[in-house]
């Protein structure tokens, strides 16, 4: 296991290693620290099959097969029961998210819970390119430029790359739900599983989310129905507003302060405030990179002379972004991330003597934030002093930088449930995020709010590139990319029938869904509705079928929550999820099979 390493770029490698897309949970760890119930992953093994599929599914070119995984639970199952299709999105499958997803090994999850009521054949995909079904075998490449470990990419890249697009990977599943006789998998039903027989529903979120509503848009006579968790379907390059949903969690004054001293700290970078406080500056970030492990670093064992040499603006940017990555924040939530950063920066105490006291610069990063927090701020509290607020940031930094390194370490360590194939992953959904979704969660220097414009797009953009992915497939990948191709789909605007959205009210990935609240970039301010639009009729256009989870994140619903929120612990997304989607179905499913036109299944009324 690789141990996270706390500078510059290597802090983001970490992050991304557990975490690269946007549905990937971390779930073992917040369970242990905080959680309540056991859990125990051995002992269950949900069978595996495979199904081989085109590469290419658009041209004749012979291109060739390979062969695609997918887990199946019939327990339930009965004869004319529909199919439930739980796609894992950017993920491989471990044997342990099998049984986590499909054998509910711990906890209740919402494709089962929904087995059991409607006697449903249920499914797990894997996504082509992703954990054991790479359609060329992922190898070993040369080590990129700022990868310190290895890196890979399918056999014959950059060329074997191609096939990995939205497209090709929406049309597995239908290949797959047409020719499912052909799999592995066999009963004595196989004929009636056809999606022209029996009715095929899709639950997924984020990525996999996405997938299901473009399905249910582009392939309705496959798909007949779909819940749609947090899907960020609007593609874009510019993700700077995910950061919004962050922002708008924190508390006023800390949401304040923030805003407020990220500006400031840049002109401070920038030279605009003077070499003094530049040098201060340098100063608290070098002392607070040596107080990570305090033992390692008494006063007076370092050189404080060289902080002006090893200072870099985007080591900074990084570390002042930590506490409000997304990266981390979209699993926890704020209860388990910033808050911490705002309760440390609300009371840091000016001039108060710290743990290590006869060090000025030390003395602050090691403060005992025994400070009243004022309900105006920090700043407000001491008339508006942004280079003592450069200071309470700088504290409040190491105190998240500790925690941090916690959180990480423990994830990395003990995590029970890492992908098959985890590095390969890596690398996959670096290819389709630069080749199609863009969303990169950077400040955009025009706008900043709570991350610094020196941890922007492009920085952010290049930094991930170069750590996964071989300059010669860089080199081939577009500029920008070209986010027009999903759009077409509807982006913010999609409305297929039979669908249910939902989404998490602080989730940062909502900037992209069809609830985003990013009015000034074009989204529509769609808002949900409880009312069950008729089978087959999409609701009015500027409402969606589903809801809203208070104080929630990404992907609430689609299992047991697996941490304690502070909020309402007694309200429950995966209830309230299954309880909308069950009477919804009951109100879609009678109609199956009613709603055909030219033998296709009409697409949607509008
Ligand atoms: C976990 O479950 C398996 C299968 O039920 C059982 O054999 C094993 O003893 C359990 N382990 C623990 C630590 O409870
Ligand atoms: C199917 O699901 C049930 C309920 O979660 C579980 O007990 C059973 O082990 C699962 N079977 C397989 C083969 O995954
Ligand atoms: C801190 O450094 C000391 C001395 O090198 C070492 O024994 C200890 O394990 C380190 N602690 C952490 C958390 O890395
Ligand atoms: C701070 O105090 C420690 C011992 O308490 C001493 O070893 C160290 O040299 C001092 N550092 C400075 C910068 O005065
Ligand atoms: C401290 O660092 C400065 C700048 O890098 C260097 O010029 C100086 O020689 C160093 N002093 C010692 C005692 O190493
Ligand atoms: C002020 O900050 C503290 C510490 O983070 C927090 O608990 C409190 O809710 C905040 N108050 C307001 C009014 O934002
Ligand atoms: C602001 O705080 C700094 C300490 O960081 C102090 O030196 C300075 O005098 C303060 N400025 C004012 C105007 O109070
Ligand atoms: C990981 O698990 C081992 C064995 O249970 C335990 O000793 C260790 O403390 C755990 N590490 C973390 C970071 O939780
Ligand atoms: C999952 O279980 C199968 C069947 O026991 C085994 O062959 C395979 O190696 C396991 N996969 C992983 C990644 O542990
Ligand atoms: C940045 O702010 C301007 C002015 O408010 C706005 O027009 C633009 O859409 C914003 N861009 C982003 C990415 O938020
Ligand atoms: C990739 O490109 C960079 C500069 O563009 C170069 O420094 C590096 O050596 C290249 N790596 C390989 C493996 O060719
Ligand atoms: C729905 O509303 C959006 C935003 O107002 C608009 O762009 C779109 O064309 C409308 N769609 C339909 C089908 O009326």
Redesign the pocket.
């Known amino acids: 296991m690789l141990l996270p390493v706390l500078v510059s770029f290597l802090a983001v490698a970490t992050s991304f290693e557990r975490g690269h897309g946007p549905a990937y949970h971390q779930h073992d760890v917040l369970r242990r620290q905080v959680g309540t119930q056991p859990y125990n992953y051995t002992g269950y093994l949900v069978p595996s099959y495979s199904i081989s599929i085109p590469r290419d599914h658009f041209t004749d070119a012979g291109h060739g097969m390979y062969n695609n995984r997918y887990f199946i639970n019939d327990t339930y199952y009965q004869p004319g029961g529909p199919v439930f299709f739980y796609d894992q999105g950017e993920e491989g499958i471990s044997n342990t998210t099998a049984a986590r997803v499909l054998a509910e090994t711990d906890g209740t999850t919402a494709v089962m819970e929904l087995a059991r009521q409607y006697d449903v054949l249920a499914i797990l995909w894997e996504h082509r390119y992703y954990g054991l079904s790479p359609p060329f075998p992922m190898v070993l490449s040369d080590p990129p430029r700022f990868s310190p470990r290895p890196v890979y990419e399918p056999q014959g890249a950059p060329e074997s790359w191609q096939y990995l697009t939205i497209e090709q990977a929406l049309e597995d599943v239908v290949y797959f739900a047409n020719n499912l006789k052909t799999g592995q998998y066999q009963n004595t039903h196989m004929e009636q599983l056809s999606p022209k027989k029996t009715p095929w529903i899709w639950v997924g979120g984020s990525y996999a989310g996405d997938r299901g509503a473009w399905l249910r848009q582009r392939n309705p006579e496959v798909i007949y129905s779909t819940w749609s968790s947090s899907p960020p379907t609007q593609a874009m390059f510019d993700g700077s507003t995910f950061f919004n949903g962050v922002l708008r969690s924190l508390p006023s004054n800390c949401s304040a302060d923030v805003r407020a001293m990220i500006p400031h700290i840049d002109t401070v970078i920038s030279g605009k405030q003077g070499e003094e406080e530049l040098l201060k500056l340098q100063r608290l970030d070098y002392v607070l990179g040596l107080a990570t492990n305090l033992s390692n670093y008494l006063p007076g064992s370092y050189n404080i002379s060289e902080a002006q040499d090893v200072f870099t603006p985007s080591t900074l940017a990084t570390r002042l972004w930590q506490a409000f990555s997304t990266i981390i924040y979209q699993s926890y939530g704020f209860s388990y991330t910033s808050r911490v950063f705002c309760d440390a920066l609300e009371s840091y105490a000016?001039g108060a003597p710290g743990r290590i006291q006869n060090d000025s610069y030390l003395n602050v990063v090691t403060n005992l934030g025994t400070s009243q927090p004022s309900p105006s701020g920090f700043l407000a509290q001491h008339?508006g002093?942004l280079?003592?607020g450069m200071?309470a940031m700088m504290y409040a930094t190491h105190v998240y930088q500790a925690y941090y390194v916690d959180l990480v370490f423990a994830v990395s360590e003990n995590s029970s449930d890492s992908p098959p194939n985890g590095f390969a992953d890596v690398a996959s959904w670096e290819y389709q995020v630069n080749s199609q979704f863009g969303w990169i969660q950077a400040s955009n220097p025009e706008n900043v709010t709570i991350i610094s414009q020196y941890f922007n797009i492009s920085y952010y953009q290049q930094l991930t590139e170069q750590q996964y992915l071989t300059n010669a497939t860089i080199a081939e990948l577009p500029d920008r990319p070209g986010v027009a191709e999903i759009n077409r789909y509807g982006g913010w605007n999609i409305n297929p029938s039979n669908t249910m959205f939902t989404d998490g009210e602080y989730d940062p990935w909502r900037a992209a869904t069809v609830y985003s609240l990013e009015s000034q970039l074009g989204a529509p301010g769609n808002v949900p509705t409880t009312e069950i639009p008729a089978c087959g009729q999409p609701p009015k256009n500027g409402t969606r079928y589903g809801t809203i989870y208070p104080g929630r994140v990404h992907v609430p619903d689609l299992a047991e929550e697996w941490y304690l929120p502070d909020i309402d612990a007694d309200y429950s997304p995966l209830r309230i999820g299954l309880d909308l989607f069950t009477k919804a179905l009951d109100v879609w499913l009678p109609c199956f099979g009613e709603d055909e036109v030219d033998g296709k299944r009409k697409r949607f009324v509008a």
């Open positions: 000016p008339n002093n280079s003592l200071e």
